[in-house]
């Protein structure tokens, strides 16, 4: 495939190396954040760089400004590949591999390298509120907590268990059709916790039923959706053709969130990830953006060809969406 000149800065093909759609539909979808866009072309990861682990960090620094320098329609992600394969091998060119497995793992990358150790919220068990914790440009923008209230059926007390998240892995609860607030729906639902599933009750010194409830106590800048359209069947992995609706705006996760995080919890979709079945599993994304007059482009209208089902969703809070 020739490169030729790109007359819109960020809209840029990737190249495929042999298998690696669902790398170039992640990466699409990061390179059109707004916030990890200017971080990169701004040079900031180069002063926040550790030098011990950097080549991820600069093919990718490389990557966004080959995308957004606007002189190529078209162009190869081999040198990112290549890095990124060195440190993870299950990510070599000749297998397809997981989108989230790759996305997890790009992600965790990039904040190993450019992390720094600074007083912050650190989300376990172990750490009180405002610790001294390790966040990077990826913790800042992706990052996410949720705090689980689990109470006793037996003695009735409650405890919590926070938990950070980059990746929210929602559940499909239908197999014709349902909307991403249906997924939401499910995934924050109350849950009752029984036989293998009991939990370890510090006040009663057994095992007992319980449920279980999850809430939003902080919402990232961008939030990702995952879909599960994955399930066992008769000893079989099968894969959910499920439509799912979803909104271009105003997604509200106010209702899953606790009440001093309400404010501001409406988001405006940026990218999505889909996976065109037949006649093999690709992987491809739809990322909106914005041309040199700052209009929107909106791709989104792909999604609804029939055989592309989406797997990941880039939420932004609404404001950001247009920059």
Same mark, same amino acid.
């Given at each position: 495939?020739?490169?030729?000149h790109s007359?819109c800065?960020?809209?840029?093909?990737l190249?495929?190396l042999?298998?690696?759609c669902?790398?170039?539909a992640?990466?699409q979808?990061?390179?059109?954040?707004?916030?990890?866009?200017?971080?990169?072309l701004?040079?900031?990861?180069?002063?926040?760089?550790?030098?011990?682990?950097?080549?991820?960090?600069?093919?990718?620094?490389c990557l966004m400004?080959?995308?957004?320098?606007?002189?190529f329609?078209?162009?190869?992600?081999?040198?990112f590949?290549?890095?990124?394969?060195?440190?993870?091998?299950?990510?070599?060119?000749k297998?397809?591999?997981?989108?989230?497995?790759?996305?997890?793992?790009v992600?965790?990358e990039l904040?190993?390298?450019?992390?720094s150790?600074?007083r912050?919220?650190?989300?376990?068990?172990k750490?009180?509120?405002?610790?001294?914790?390790? $966040?990077s @440009?990826i913790?800042? %923008?992706?990052?996410?907590? #949720? *705090?689980?209230?689990i109470?006793?059926?037996? !003695?009735?007390?409650?405890?919590?268990?926070?938990?950070s998240?980059?990746?929210?892995?929602?559940?499909?609860?239908?197999k014709r059709?349902?909307?991403?607030?249906?997924?939401?729906?499910?995934?924050?639902q109350q849950?009752?916790?029984?036989?293998n599933?009991?939990i370890?009750?510090?006040?009663?010194?057994t095992k007992q039923?319980a449920?279980?409830?999850?809430t939003?106590t902080?919402?990232?800048q961008?939030?990702?959706?995952h879909?599960?359209?994955?399930?066992w069947r008769?000893?079989?992995?099968?894969?959910?053709? $499920?439509? @799912?609706?979803?909104p %271009?705006?105003?997604?509200? #996760? *106010?209702p899953?969130?606790?009440?001093?995080? !309400?404010?501001?919890?409406?988001?405006?979709l940026?990218a999505?990830v889909?996976?065109?079945?037949?006649?093999?599993?690709?992987?491809?994304?739809?990322?909106?953006?914005?041309?040199?007059?700052?209009?929107?482009?909106?791709?989104?209208?792909?999604?609804?060809?029939?055989?592309?089902h989406?797997?990941?969703?880039?939420?932004?809070p609404?404001?950001?969406?247009m920059?």
């Amino acid at each position: 495939m020739e490169e030729t000149h790109s007359q819109c800065p960020g809209l840029t093909g990737l190249k495929n190396l042999g298998n690696t759609c669902y790398m170039n539909a992640i990466l699409q979808c990061l390179c059109s954040m707004p916030q990890l866009v200017e971080y990169f072309l701004s040079g900031k990861h180069k002063a926040a760089l550790h030098k011990e682990n950097g080549q991820t960090v600069i093919a990718f620094g490389c990557l966004m400004s080959d995308m957004w320098l606007g002189e190529f329609d078209c162009v190869s992600p081999e040198v990112f590949h290549s890095a990124l394969e060195k440190r993870y091998p299950a990510f070599r060119k000749k297998s397809q591999q997981d989108a989230q497995e790759f996305l997890i793992c790009v992600l965790n990358e990039l904040h190993e390298a450019l992390k720094s150790s600074e007083r912050r919220c650190v989300t376990n068990a172990k750490a009180s509120r405002g610790s001294v914790g390790e $966040t990077s @440009i990826i913790t800042q %923008l992706f990052e996410g907590q #949720l *705090s689980y209230e689990i109470t006793c059926l037996e !003695c009735k007390s409650t405890t919590e268990r926070p938990e950070s998240f980059t990746v929210l892995s929602l559940p499909v609860p239908s197999k014709r059709a349902c909307s991403l607030e249906d997924c939401l729906k499910c995934f924050f639902q109350q849950d009752t916790l029984t036989w293998n599933n009991q939990i370890h009750c510090s006040w009663c010194g057994t095992k007992q039923d319980a449920v279980v409830k999850g809430t939003i106590t902080k919402a990232p800048q961008i939030i990702v959706f995952h879909l599960k359209r994955f399930e066992w069947r008769d000893k079989h992995k099968g894969k959910l053709s $499920t439509t @799912i609706r979803y909104p %271009l705006s105003n997604l509200d #996760l *106010s209702p899953y969130a606790a009440p001093p995080f !309400c404010r501001g919890a409406e988001y405006s979709l940026r990218a999505v990830v889909v996976s065109f079945a037949f006649p093999a599993s690709i992987c491809t994304a739809l990322p909106r953006a914005a041309d040199e007059a700052g209009a929107s482009l909106d791709f989104i209208y792909v999604l609804y060809i029939y055989g592309f089902h989406p797997f990941f969703f880039f939420f932004l809070p609404a404001a950001d969406v247009m920059q």
